[in-house]
C-alpha cells in the first residue's frame, strides 16, 4: 500500500473507548478555571460549582427524556451498573434475571449476589444474539427483584428489543435495569418510552471523558447507596462530585445526540463497506449478530483459521487499532462469553475481530482496513 502514511493511523476501536471530543474538552477546562470549589459548599464559589453540577445534569436528563433528579452521577459504566444490579438485594426478593451475553460489570455483582443466596437466572441469546421475549416472559416471577438486560451489547454490536422488554417487565411490576453504556450518544434513548426504571452510561463512549457515568432510576425505584459518606448526589453516591469531568460528560452527550443521526449515516455506511468488503476478500468470513438490528458503529468478524490475536497485532503493525472483543477480557487470554453464547466453538471464538468505526474514519480507511484485514488473514492462515 503506498499511500500507507496518508491513511494511517486508523482508530477503529471506539467500542473500548472514544477520542475526547472538542466540545468537551472545553467544558472540563472550563470547569477546572471557573469552578473548582467543592459543590456542596454554601460560599459563593461552592455555589457556582453547584450551579454548573445542576446544569449538567439537567442537560444529561434532557439527552434521555429524564427529570435531573432522577440522574445519579458515578465513576463510570462499572459503578453505574454496580449500583444498578446491587439495587436489588435492597429488598426482599430474590430471584434476578438477566442474559448470559452482559458486561462483566453487571456479571461479576450477579456472581457476588448468587453467593450470597440470590437465584440469578441468565437468559439465553439466540445465535443473532437477542433474547427471545417469550423467554422472559416465562421467567418472570411474583419474587423477581430486577431484571437487567443490556440495550447494545459491547462486543458483537446487538441491540436488544429493550422497549418490548421494558414493557413485560412493567406489566409484572419488576424493576429493569438496561446497561446502555454502548447505546447512550449512539441511538436514541428516551427512559420513559424505553419503559426502563434503571439505566447506566458511560461518557467515555460517546467522545466524554473516562472516569464518569450516571445511573438513570426512575423516580420512586430505590437505589441502595454502595459508596457511603457524605450526602452527594442525594445521599445515593458519596464523595464529592467528579465536577470537570461531569461538566465534559453533558457537553459529549449533547454533542452526540445532536449530531446523531449524521454520525450513525456516516458510521453504517463504513460499517457496512468493511463488512461487505471483508467477506468478499476473505474466504469463509461470517459477520457475528443480527445483520440489521446492530450499532451502526460495531461489527464482528469471525475469520476460521485466523487467531485474532495474531491479526490484532499484524493490523497494529499497519497502523489500524481493532480488537477482538472486550478490552477488559481480552489480553487475559480469556476466552468471549459472548462469543461462546452465540454458538461459537471455541476455535472459532478466537478468530473473531471486531470493528468499530468513529464518524473521522474515512472511506479510504475503511478499505484500507479491508484490504489490510485480508492481507493479514492470507498471511496467518498460511503458516
Ligand atoms: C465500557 C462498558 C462498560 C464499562 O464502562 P466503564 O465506564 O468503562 O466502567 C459497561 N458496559 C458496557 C456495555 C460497556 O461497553
Not at 432510576?217 to 450526602?231: C, D, F, H, I, N
Request: proline letters at 4%.
Amino acid at each position: 500500500m503506498n499511500n500507507e502514511s496518508v491513511l494511517t493511523p486508523v482508530y477503529a476501536d471506539n467500542a473500548a473507548t472514544t477520542k475526547l471530543g472538542p466540545a468537551a474538552l472545553r467544558a472540563m477546562i472550563e470547569a477546572c478555571e471557573d469552578a473548582f470549589a467543592n459543590p456542596s459548599s454554601p460560599h459563593t464559589p461552592g455555589q457556582r460549582a453547584a450551579k454548573l453540577l445542576w446544569a449538567s445534569r439537567e442537560r444529561i436528563a434532557a439527552c434521555i427524556g429524564a427529570d435531573a433528579r432522577e440522574i445519579t452521577f458515578t465513576s463510570g459504566g462499572t459503578e453505574a451498573d454496580n449500583l444498578a444490579v446491587l439495587t436489588a438485594a435492597a429488598g426482599e426478593k430474590r430471584h434476578i434475571i438477566s442474559t448470559v451475553i452482559e458486561h462483566h460489570a453487571v456479571l461479576r455483582p450477579l456472581e457476588r449476589l448468587r453467593r450470597r443466596g440470590y437465584e440469578i437466572e441468565l437468559l439465553p441469546v439466540g445465535k443473532n444474539g437477542i433474547v427471545d421475549l417469550e423467554d422472559l416472559r416465562r421467567a418472570l416471577r411474583p419474587d423477581t427483584a430486577l431484571v437487567s438486560v443490556m440495550t447494545a451489547n459491547n462486543e458483537i454490536g446487538t441491540v436488544q428489543p429493550i422497549r418490548e422488554i421494558g414493557g413485560l417487565c412493567r406489566a409484572a411490576g419488576v424493576p429493569f435495569h438496561t446497561d446502555a453504556v454502548q447505546a447512550a450518544g449512539h441511538l436514541p434513548i428516551d427512559v420513559r418510552g424505553m419503559n426502563t426504571d434503571l439505566l447506566s452510561a458511560s461518557a467515555h463512549k460517546f467522545h466524554g471523558p473516562k472516569g464518569v457515568g450516571f445511573l438513570y432510576a426512575r423516580r420512586g425505584t430505590e437505589l441502595y447507596p454502595q459508596l457511603l459518606g457524605g450526602s452527594q448526589e442525594r445521599g445515593k453516591r458519596a464523595g464529592t462530585e467528579n465536577l470537570p469531568a461531569i461538566a465534559g460528560m453533558a457537553a459529549a452527550l449533547e454533542e452526540a445526540v445532536s449530531s446523531m443521526a449524521e454520525n450513525n449515516a456516516k458510521t453504517a455506511r463504513l460499517r457496512d463497506r468493511i463488512i461487505a468488503g471483508i467477506l468478499s476478500a476473505v474466504p469463509g468470513a461470517r459477520l457475528n449478530g443480527d445483520r440489521e438490528k446492530r450499532l451502526a458503529n460495531n461489527l464482528n468478524i469471525m475469520i476460521p483459521g485466523a487467531n485474532a490475536e495474531a491479526m490484532i497485532l499484524l493490523l497494529d503493525g499497519a497502523g489500524i487499532a481493532v480488537s477482538s472483543g472486550a478490552a477488559c477480557a481480552s489480553g487475559a487470554g480469556e476466552l468471549s462469553h459472548v462469543l461462546t453464547a452465540i454458538g461459537l466453538a471455541e476455535e472459532d471464538a478466537r478468530c473473531c475481530l471486531r470493528i468499530t468505526p468513529g464518524e473521522d474514519l474515512t472511506e479510504a480507511q475503511a478499505e484500507y482496513i479491508v484490504a489490510a484485514v485480508a492481507r493479514a488473514a492470507q498471511r496467518i492462515r498460511s503458516i
